[in-house]
């Protein structure tokens, strides 16, 4: 158990719509989960994170709630602005031991004025 | 801020070439990767280094290599360059712990012909 599934996209959303974007992981216990977000032409950026079950995280807007009980880490936003399309991929470590990160195939979201 | 920076943004190279792709970050970070993110199946791991000299195969390594002769640098390296190898190229660094949080490069758009 090392992966998180992602919902795939791509999302298109109208101006000041409702976002949520779903993930979910295997574990055999409580890794730190991330979502990290690709605006178009650059590189992957950390958008927020959550080290233990119940947290929440948030930043620009956007949150997620660490649930354990449903191995979900979905990434919600109340009001996307056309400046939120980007790429968004959730991610987690391993179980153990080394420094890599395992991310999600990502989901293209797109907001139209 | 964290800066990781990569010698090129886009990059034509010929079938059988050796190609050279280089990345550099600021701030000391022990661990370096590098990735290819193509369309459909999100980001995996070529290679990491987690110390001057040191590596590890990530998920895709064949036909790859890599070279850290120095902390700040990271080199990805295609022995011979194939159109399969045409792809988005991106480095991360990242400091040992938890939560594992990786810093990204603008990434290189790689065009085998």
């Known amino acids: 158990g090392n992966s998180v599934t992602q919902m795939e996209g791509p999302v298109t959303l109208s101006e000041e719509a409702f976002l949520t974007i779903n993930c979910t992981y295997t574990?055999?216990?409580?890794?730190?989960l991330f979502w990290y977000v690709q605006y178009p032409g650059e590189g992957l950026q950390l958008l927020l994170k959550?080290?233990?079950?119940?947290d929440k995280g948030s930043n620009k807007g956007f949150e997620a709630t660490y649930r354990k009980e449903t191995t979900s880490f979905h990434l919600e936003k109340g009001s996307v602005q056309v400046s939120d399309s980007a790429v968004y991929f959730c991610?987690?470590?391993?179980?153990?031991?080394?420094?890599?990160?395992?991310f999600g195939i990502g989901t293209k979201l797109q907001v139209i004025p | 801020d964290v800066k990781v920076t990569q010698s090129s943004r886009y990059l034509v190279k010929r079938t059988g070439e050796k190609v050279f792709l280089e990345c550099v970050q600021d701030?000391?970070?022990?661990?370096m990767f590098w990735y290819r993110q193509d369309p459909g199946l999100g980001l995996r791991l070529i290679y990491f280094?987690?110390?001057?000299?040191?590596?590890e195969k990530g998920d895709i390594p064949e036909g790859y290599s890599v070279s850290r002769e120095k902390k700040e640098r990271f080199s990805l390296i295609l022995e011979s360059a194939s159109t399969n190898q045409t792809s988005m190229y991106l480095c991360?660094?990242?400091?040992?712990?938890?939560?594992?949080?990786?810093?990204f490069g603008p990434g290189t758009r790689l065009t085998v012909t």
């Open positions: 701030m000391d970070h022990e661990n």
């Open positions: 991610a987690r470590p391993p179980d153990r031991g080394y420094q890599k990160v395992t």
């Open positions: 280094s987690y110390d001057v000299k040191m590596k």
């Open positions: 574990a055999t216990g409580y890794p730190s």
């Open positions: 959550a080290t233990k079950a119940d």
């Open positions: 991360a660094s990242g400091v040992t712990g938890v939560p594992y949080e990786q810093y």
